[in-house]
C-alpha cells in the first residue's frame, strides 16, 4: 500500500536472502505473507514473461501462475494490503478482456493494458502481467493452459 497506494496488484514484492535466487520462492513467500496462502496450498504451474516496470520504479517483475487448493483461507496482511477479491478465470481469459487503453497519469498518457471486472480497474504492472497470463493461455499447446485445465478437472472429480 506504500509503494502503491489505492492501486490494484497481485501479490508479489522484493527477493529476500532466505529466498537464495529462486524468483519461485520469492512468489510463495510473498503470497503468503501479503494474503496467508501457504507454499503447500499452490501448485505453480508456469513462469511468465518477465515484465520490466521502468516508469515508476525500475524494476522488474517474474510472475507465476498457480493453482490454489480449493477451501484455502485467504487472509490480508492489513499492513500491506487493504482489500482482497478474485476474478473468475473465465473473464480474464475472454477475448478483449485484457486490452489496450490509455490512463490519464497527472499530465501524462499512458499506454497501458486494461482488465475491468465489475467496479475493480486494472492497469499498469497488474495489467501486463494479466495480459502475459492471457499471452500464455492463448498460445496453441499452451503449457499453462493445460496445466491449469488438468488441476481444475482433478479438483472437481476428488
Not at 467496479?119 to 495480459?131: E, F, K, M, N
Request: charged residues 20%.
Amino acid at each position: 500500500m506504500r509503494d502503491h497506494p489505492g492501486q490494484i496488484a497481485l501479490p508479489g514484492g522484493s527477493i529476500d536472502p532466505v529466498d537464495g535466487d529462486d524468483r519461485s520462492a520469492t512468489a510463495l513467500r510473498e503470497l503468503h505473507e501479503e494474503i496467508g496462502i501457504p507454499a503447500h496450498a499452490i501448485r505453480l504451474v508456469g513462469r511468465l514473461t518477465e515484465i520490466h516496470q521502468r516508469r515508476a520504479n525500475n524494476f522488474t517483475v517474474t510472475p507465476f501462475a498457480g493453482i490454489v487448493t480449493p477451501g484455502t483461507k485467504l487472509t490480508i496482511d492489513e499492513s500491506e494490503t487493504a482489500a482482497l477479491f478474485t476474478v473468475p478465470l473465465a473473464e480474464i481469459v475472454a477475448p478483449g478482456a485484457v486490452h489496450e487503453g490509455i490512463e490519464i497519469v497527472g499530465d501524462h498518457h499512458v499506454e497501458t493494458y486494461i482488465f475491468n471486472y465489475g467496479d475493480r480497474h486494472v492497469w499498469g504492472l497488474t495489467g501486463s502481467i494479466l495480459h502475459a497470463f492471457v499471452t500464455a493461455w492463448h498460445e496453441p499447446e499452451s503449457a499453462i493452459r493445460a496445466a491449469i485445465e488438468a488441476g481444475l478437472d482433478s479438483q472437481c472429480e476428488g
